[in-house]
Nanobody
Framework: QVQLVESGGGLVQAGGSLRLSCAASGRTFSDFGMGWFRQAPGKVREFVAGISWSGSTTLYADSVKGRFTISRDNAKNTVYLQMNSLKPEDTAVYYC?????????????????WGQGTQVTVSS
């Protein structure tokens, strides 16, 4: 089992920045590719960013490419999502997830473990 706890969400004005963190425990963190997803009210959960176990490969949704950066610190068992130039359409609950592979993946079904989510609200 892997436990994931997100933090860093909040309310920010459009154009602002936030950094989300996800602390993992329970198993060897470097065994997992990690990802961030988000879900807005009335919408399906969507992929935001993914990172391989070593951090050498990162993947991004087109909607966040160039604005968001995913990174990880295996010594701290933590994955991060730096979000810059935030837009109102980025408003959602953001979820951290651990994949059943060490690779980076965009496929929701590849992720076996999920955090509880953290709310990000971007005001216009």
């Amino acid at each position: 089992q892997v436990q994931l706890v997100e933090s860093g969400g909040g309310l920010v004005q459009a154009g602002g920045s936030l950094r989300l963190s996800c602390a993992a425990s329970g198993r060897t963190f470097s065994d997992f590719g990690m990802g961030w997803f988000r879900q807005a009210p009335g919408k399906v959960r969507e992929f935001v960013a993914g990172i391989s176990w070593s951090g050498s490969t990162t993947l991004y949704a087109d909607s966040v490419k160039g604005r968001f950066t995913i990174s990880r610190d295996n010594a701290k068992n933590t994955v991060y999502l730096q979000m810059n130039s935030l837009k109102p359409e980025d408003t959602a609950v953001y979820y951290c997830a651990a994949a059943g592979t060490r690779l980076a993946t965009v496929v929701l079904d590849d992720y076996d473990y999920w955090g509880q989510g953290t709310q990000v609200t971007v005001s216009s």
